[in-house]
């Protein structure tokens, strides 16, 4: 059956350092999000992603996030300058789409764990 | 309160017997998905329902929505020590790109299953 993969599982990365999120959605997939969850918090959603731009975005997502298709298969999360708060679970995600929402089921994958130190 | 709000927050039962959980919500919304989620790990996708749909059964669960409630709610029947673990509503609306939309998630009920 077909997933959406995450690499890596774990990341510890320095304050102020530069991080990248790796996701692989399901093939036939054309929108893709990311969401992050805080240690013992709700899944937020953070930004959607549909021909290559970007659809919504939450308020989290500020000019220190950033995302790309760099190519067919891989979906990727940029923190340009980790901050301590950014400590979380990362989940990428995708759907098929469709009209009226019909095909919004949201796969999601393992998460990458990210701790800043 | 926010959309998506589950209760119980936690919920311990025992073997065998069923978990009815349910999901209160606040806005319109498009579609309603339940998933499960084990200590640590992702998000397993259980089941979606359309605004438009009143119950939907997959094995073992069953979802109904009431729209005109703005509530759901999650049965697991003959529940197994396995299906321990939180459990998520999240509801989506139509988004302003007229794109799928984003979910938004309540804070989830633990399920325990004693053996």
């Known amino acids: 059956e077909p997933e959406v993969t995450q690499t890596p599982s774990h990341q510890v990365t320095q304050m102020g350092q530069e991080v990248i999120l790796r996701c692989v959605p399901i093939s036939n997939h054309l929108y893709f999000y990311w969401y992050r969850q805080i240690l013992g918090q709700k899944v937020e959603f953070l930004v959607s992603?549909?021909?290559?731009?970007?659809?919504?975005k939450s308020e989290i997502f500020d000019d220190q996030f950033s995302v790309e298709r760099p190519d067919g298969s891989n979906f990727t999360l940029k923190i340009r300058s980790t901050k301590l708060e950014d400590s979380a679970m990362y989940f990428c995600?995708?759907?098929?789409?469709?009209?009226?929402?019909?095909?919004?089921?949201?796969?999601f994958g393992p998460g990458t764990r990210l701790t800043v130190l | 309160s926010q959309q998506g709000e589950e209760d119980p927050q936690a919920l311990s039962i025992q073997e065998g017997e069923n978990a009815t959980m349910n999901c209160s919500y606040k806005?319109?919304?498009?579609?309603l998905q339940w998933y499960r989620q084990n200590s640590g790990r992702g998000l397993v996708h259980l089941i979606l329902i359309r605004s438009n749909e009143r119950e939907k059964h997959s094995g073992r669960l069953r979802v109904t929505l009431d729209t005109s409630k703005k509530s759901s709610s999650l049965l697991i029947t003959a529940s197994r020590a396995a299906d321990t673990a939180s459990y998520f509503c999240?509801?989506?609306?139509?988004?302003?790109?007229?794109?799928?939309?984003?979910?938004?998630f309540g804070k989830g009920i633990t399920l325990s299953v004693r053996p």
């Open positions: 999240a509801t989506d609306a139509w988004g302003y790109t007229g794109a799928n939309s984003k979910l938004t």
């Open positions: 995600a995708s759907s098929e789409g469709g009209a009226s929402g019909i095909y919004n089921e949201q796969f």
């Open positions: 806005t319109s919304i498009n579609n």
């Open positions: 992603f549909y021909n290559n731009e970007i659809s919504e």
